[in-house]
């Protein structure tokens, strides 16, 4: 009962956050001149009105799950990453060039395209934790940057020597992997593939992870006071790097998933456009970085999204009624965020608490 | 008289604060006001300040009497206070840090008109400031003077200065005092919350002494020295020691030459050699603040020194993480629980667990059950109110937190043992409890280095004592050389003259 009444409350903050959003999305559709119950009806069926609209918010939630996972991960043990959209362009593009040239049986080809696509996120992502390590630069400042690194480069690999040029328009993307090699969709004629199983299975592991294993215990601790973890025989360093790996891992991972399982190919800025990256981390900061959590946030916003295009569809209110909800969901999150920050700041004259959390040159740590 | 105090009593439920104190200030006089950590000065001042309310008595500016809802109240009667953590803007310019409040300018801000006051200002009082620059970039030095300038602004006769020196260097420490000594030439008059006596010594014309809350006495600085305003601060006689003497065998922790620069050009540590025994207790004694923080994080493995090496049981352990560090045999309470022993968030069995969760773990998981037996284990042997193991940490008092830890740290069963303030806020019982398994530790061949700022616990557990002052350490005492006399000497630098 004790633990139960724990997990509502820790549901309340995201609970009012996600009302108060569907509040402000009313007042936008009062001004763009809709009727509220309409829209939200519009909106409810466009993500869950048929069978085929639910799994098509399924197969957007796949990828927006495995980035909260990732930043899931990162955020508990105390670490920001913020970097998914470009380690998901890696892991995307990894798989869409390992789909392409490793020969084998195809579900042979899957696999390894995938776990490459892994491994070139979280490498990406394990980086940035070892420019906070070696030069104590911050890890929200480094993990966004890449970001740009990693798309542009991207861009550039599939606009000049990885190009496809057997089709007659310019877009700048792979060809098209064989079929052999995709993942295979759940249900015929749906949009849903087995990336969603992958992206479950996930959840259910960073749960356990974090809640049950010796290395959860000590991320957790060192997301709550990491000095109280150091103290206690933490090593920061190596959690945090392999922390990293995993949380870019599973961008990487989601990158992957999408390119084997929906768009069969790696084409230039079409997860950002998608803007999963974003999405994900916001529907971690959402739950807090709780998995479960997490994941039920990943499902919502994917709901909005797809809900979004209901509405455009079926009623003269924009799509952007979508974004608005999410805008204000944003809002929320950024005041809490700078209320701790603020908090944190107030602190500061305990120079050991500022300098692990924000990094200083001046410091020695032995860890 | 300007300012009388009188009777003041403060009580926070069943704790006494000030018990009956009289005080009292005249117009131009430097008077301070010396105790131990926790005498009550401090909340005499913030009663003064208006900070807190008195439980009772009067307080009389002019031979009037006076009532101070807030600080606000105090300031419009001439009462300004300078915190020993300063309270200023970092980001704006010392100029406008100085006026905040009485800002010049009727509905836009007056800059011009705020920095000719401020130059006015420290014209008048010659104390030297640059108006125009960034208070973030100052020298802390020169955030206090803004600190004092801004007190004057508000038009403060009497100031009261919490802790003055302690985070600013020697050379700034003697401008300070002429600075005090200057205005109060000039008329104001001054309220010295210190524990430094030599400070005291030099600037205050009278001394009044706290010690647990009530006034000892109040001395003219002329008639009394370093050594009588210790035994005042400290004053009770010591309970004779229940404990065997020690029988100290082999090396266990092993300091050489230990150095670490501190933030200012000061070193935090400064070639620290220092040995503790299998079967020894070896008390660090000091007013805090003077390098024990800096040394236990040292040998802990928490900060690198910049020089020496640190041996535990023979082996070269400089250098090494907490982890090998523990690993090589070394458990550590720690001199702020909520800092480095506790994760509020964390659950009492999580917090309860930090440093054995390898010993708990199998396949990789934590074994749920045997955590909670090991945690129940110690809730029931130092009667440890936790309600459910599964609260809150934030939620546990301090003292329970604290015997938390103890246990925790106790149940390592390392060959060598940092206490650091282990009976901090803790009631009598557990404190009883906590200096019992202390010493059964040390029967059992334990080595333990105790730092305190209790010098009676100090006293009651040590073998052995070294006393810290300024990141060195002032002298090394048997505890039956030791009495509180020469140690409060020593931890007030007094010793280090004649040395």
């Known amino acids: 009962m004790h633990k139960i009444g724990a997990w509502m409350l820790s549901l309340r903050g995201p609970l009012i956050a996600i009302a108060i959003g569907l509040l402000a999305g009313s007042i936008a559709i009062l001004v763009a001149g809709g009727s509220i119950a309409e829209t939200y009806t519009e909106m409810w069926k466009g993500a869950f009105g048929s069978f085929y609209f639910f799994t098509s918010t399924l197969s957007r939630a796949t990828p927006l799950i495995l980035v909260a996972m990732g930043a899931a991960v990162a955020f508990r043990s105390g670490f920001f990453n913020l970097g998914a959209e470009g380690q998901m362009a890696f892991g995307g593009l990894s798989a869409a060039l390992i789909g392409l040239h490793v020969p084998g049986p195809g579900w042979f080809v899957c696999i390894v395209a995938m776990l490459g696509g892994i491994v070139a996120g979280g490498l990406w992502s394990a980086m940035a934790g070892y420019f906070d390590v070696r030069f104590r630069v911050n890890l929200l400042i480094t993990t966004m940057l890449l970001n740009y690194i990693a798309s542009l480069f991207a861009g550039y690999l599939v606009t000049y020597p990885f190009k496809d040029k057997t089709g007659a328009g310019a877009m700048a993307q792979t060809q098209m992997l064989e079929h052999a090699v995709w993942l295979p969709k759940l249900f015929k004629g749906m949009t849903v593939h087995a990336g969603f199983i992958i992206a479950i299975a996930a959840v259910v592991i960073l749960y356990v992870y974090l809640a049950r294993s010796v290395k959860g215990y000590e991320a957790r601790m060192l997301g709550g006071n990491p000095l109280f973890a150091v103290y206690g025989g933490v090593r920061r360093t190596s959690l945090m790097l392999t922390t990293m790996f995993a949380s870019g891992g599973l961008a990487g991972l989601a990158g992957a998933a999408e390119v084997l399982g929906s768009q069969y190919r790696y084409i230039d800025g079409s997860f950002a456009s998608a803007d999963y990256a974003w999405t994900g981390i916001m529907a971690a900061l959402l739950a807090n970085g709780n998995p479960i959590g997490s994941a039920v946030g990943a499902f919502f916003l994917a709901a909005l999204q797809t809900g979004g295009m209901g509405v455009e569809l079926n009623t003269d209110v924009p799509l952007e009624i979508g974004s608005v909800i999410q805008a204000v969901l944003i809002l929320f999150i950024t005041v809490k965020f700078s209320w701790r920050f603020m908090r944190r700041k107030k602190r500061s004259d305990r120079r050991w608490i500022s300098c692990l959390i924000w990094p200083c040159s001046t410091r020695r740590f032995a860890s | ?499």
């Not at chain 2, 508000?154 to 009261?160: D, H, L, P, S, V």
């Not at chain 2, 090494?320 to 506790?342: N, Q, T, V």
């Not at chain 2, 042997?381 to 329970?400: H, P, V, Y």
């Not at chain 2, 080595?447 to 810290?468: F, H, P, T």
């Open chain 2, 1 to 499: 008289m300007l300012l009388e105090m009188e009777r003041i009593t403060k009580s926070y439920g069943s704790v006494i604060a000030n018990k009956g104190i009289d005080f009292n200030l005249k117009a131009g006089e430097v008077h301070a006001v010396v105790g131990e950590n926790g005498a009550g000065k401090t909340t005499l001042m913030r009663i003064l300040y208006g900070m807190e309310q008195a439980t009772s008595g009067t307080i009389k500016l002019n031979g009037r009497e006076a009532r101070f809802a807030d600080p606000k109240d105090a300031i419009g009667s001439g009462i300004g206070m300078v915190h020993q953590h300063f309270m200023l803007f970092p980001d704006f310019t010392v100029a406008e840090n100085i006026v905040i409040g009485r800002e010049p300018g009727a509905v836009r801000f007056d800059r011009k008109a705020a920095i000719e006051q401020v130059e006015a200002l420290s014209k008048t009082y010659g104390i030297r400031v640059d108006p125009r620059a960034k208070v973030g970039d100052c020298p802390l030095g020169v955030q206090q003077r803004v600190e004092i300038l801004k007190v004057l602004h508000q038009g403060a006769e009497i100031i009261i200065l919490d802790e003055p020196t302690g985070v600013l260097t020697p050379l700034e420490v003697g401008e300070l005092l002429e600075a005090i000594k200057k205005l109060a030439g000039m008329g104001k008059s001054f309220i010295l919350i210190t524990h430094k006596l030599n400070e005291v010594m030099s600037v205050a014309d009278r001394i009044t002494v706290l010690r647990d809350g009530e006034a000892t006495g109040t001395l003219n600085a002329s008639d009394t020295n370093v050594e009588e305003l210790s035994r005042l601060m400290v004053g009770r006689e010591l309970a004779p020691s229940t404990k065997k003497p020690a029988n100290p065998k082999a090396n266990v922790l092993d300091l050489r030459d230990l150095s670490l620069a501190g933030n200012g050009p000061e070193p935090a540590l400064s070639e620290i050699n220092l040995t503790v025994r299998e079967g020894e207790i070896v008390g660090v004694a000091g007013i805090s603040g003077n390098g024990q923080s800096e040394l236990i994080q040292s040998i802990a493995g928490l900060m690198k020194p910049d020089s020496g090496t640190i041996s535990l049981l023979g082996k070269d352990v400089t250098g090494s993480g907490a982890r090998a560090l523990r690993d090589a045999g070394l458990a550590h309470i720690p001199e702020d629980r909520y800092i480095w022993g506790a994760s509020k968030a964390a659950t009492v069995a999580e917090t309860g667990i930090m440093g054995h969760q390898n010993r708990l773990g199998r396949y990789g998981m934590l074994r749920g059950k045997a955590m909670k037996t090991l945690v129940s284990d110690w809730v029931k042997r130092f009667s440890i109110k936790a309600g459910s193991l599964d609260n809150k940490t934030q939620n546990l008092s301090g003292g329970n937190l604290q015997k938390l830890i103890v246990a925790r740290e106790l149940a390592q069963n390392t060959p060598f043992l940092i206490a650091a303030e282990p009976t901090r806020g803790v009631d009598i019982g557990a404190m009883e409890t906590i200096h019992e398994e202390l010493l059964k530790r040390r029967a059992e061949g334990g080595a333990i280095l105790l730092v305190s700022s209790e010098l009676s616990e100090i006293l009651k557990l040590s073998d052995r004592i070294v006393v810290m002052y300024e990141g060195s350490i002032a002298g090394e005492l048997r505890v039956d050389e030791a009495s509180e006399d020469k140690l409060s000497l020593l931890m007030a630098g007094g010793g280090v003259r004649h040395a």
